[in-house]
């Protein structure tokens, strides 16, 4: 930029108030938030709040929204540049995850809940039911009586309301159980879909009952399942209630990282298939279809992570995506 002297060369990017990436400087800006937070930006991807600077300007003119910016930067870009942070540089591993869901569980009922999924799980059908994308597993506000395992595939509950908006409450993935609310609820508030091709096998909600009853392990681990949809559900209360839109994606794409590699997927770290429609991510992280796609521009430019044919695909800043999505993790980096 003329008339900024830099140890280094820096970028500069414009974000509005709310926390929205509107662009990287210096490009074309239409639509200003009350307020510009100037970002520097160093190699190799140091970022750098430097402040706010109320805006309001009469006239709907590139120059004239980029003036404030240039005035503030210009006096503070040499300062900011000598700023040393300690910031991971681009290509480096995860941010590690200390705590697991598995640290967190109490070591006193670690084997009592292992016993219980293998006694739950022998006592379902033997034969797996196929699905294909896009069945109906349970009816949103019908009778159910059945409880289900997933052997295979992503399944999803989902509450459509009347005028045809959706949300994607929760998804399931590979042997975690589902419609465990038919145990207390003779008709079922939502709709459990498969969002791929899948195999799962179930039980009748009253033979789960006796089967609890006599068993405590049982017992147990369906209640453990319930603490897991509840803290998932925790977790997207606070994205959806506090979270931009920079921070629901990004938390969207790392916690079904996290999730799969905590089952096993080890490529998960780096990729993992993806088998939602944009439509349906915008369903479930509460934004338009616009918006999302907008965000996935801007991470892939940024060189945090790009979809490529229904695969995440994490590149070289992905550093910098945990950290947009880090304030609304729990724990586990869920």
Not at 40 to 51: F, M, N, Q, S, T
Not at 91 to 116: C, D, F, H, Y
Not at 131 to 139: E, T, Y
Not at 302 to 328: C, K, Q, T, Y
């Amino acid at each position: 930029m003329r008339g900024v002297r830099a140890i280094r060369p820096v970028r500069f990017a414009i974000f509005g108030e709310a926390g929205s990436l509107l662009q990287l400087f210096p490009v074309e800006i239409d639509d200003i938030a009350a307020h510009f937070f100037v970002i520097i930006e160093r190699p190799p991807g140091d970022r750098v709040i430097l402040g706010t600077m109320p805006s309001n300007p009469p006239k709907e003119t590139t120059a004239y929204a980029i003036w404030p910016v240039y005035l503030l930067t210009r006096t503070i870009a040499t300062a900011a540049c000598s700023i040393q942070i300690d910031t991971p540089p681009q290509g480096s591993p995860p941010l590690p995850n200390n705590l697991t869901e598995a640290s967190l569980t109490r070591p006193e009922i670690k084997a009592l809940l292992q016993r219980g999924k293998a006694e739950l799980l022998a006592a379902m059908s033997p034969m797996p039911q196929l699905l294909q994308r896009g069945d109906i597993v349970v009816q949103m506000e019908e009778p159910h009586e059945y409880i289900y395992a997933i052997e295979s595939g992503w399944l999803s509950r989902s509450r459509t309301l009347a005028d045809g908006r959706r949300q994607i409450i929760v998804l399931f993935l590979p042997s975690e159980i589902c419609g465990i609310k038919t145990i207390f609820m003779t008709r079922q508030p939502d709709a459990v879909e498969a969002l791929t091709p899948a195999s799962t096998r179930r039980i009748h909600y009253k033979e789960a009952c006796d089967l609890a009853a006599r068993d405590f392990a049982v017992a147990m681990h369906l209640a453990w399942q319930l603490a897991q949809d509840e803290r998932h559900l925790h977790n997207w209360n606070v994205r959806l209630g506090r979270a931009n839109g920079e921070e629901r994606l990004a938390a969207f794409l790392l916690e079904l990282r996290n999730r799969l590699t905590a089952l096993g997927v080890t490529s998960a770290a780096t990729r993992y298939g993806l088998p939602l429609t944009q439509q349906q991510i915008a369903d479930h992280i509460g934004l338009t279809t616009v918006h999302v796609g907008r965000l996935l521009r801007r991470f892939r430019e940024l060189g945090m992570v790009d979809i490529r044919s229904n695969e995440v695909v994490f590149l070289d800043n992905v550093r910098l995506l945990e950290e947009i999505a880090r304030p609304m993790q729990d724990l586990v980096g869920e």
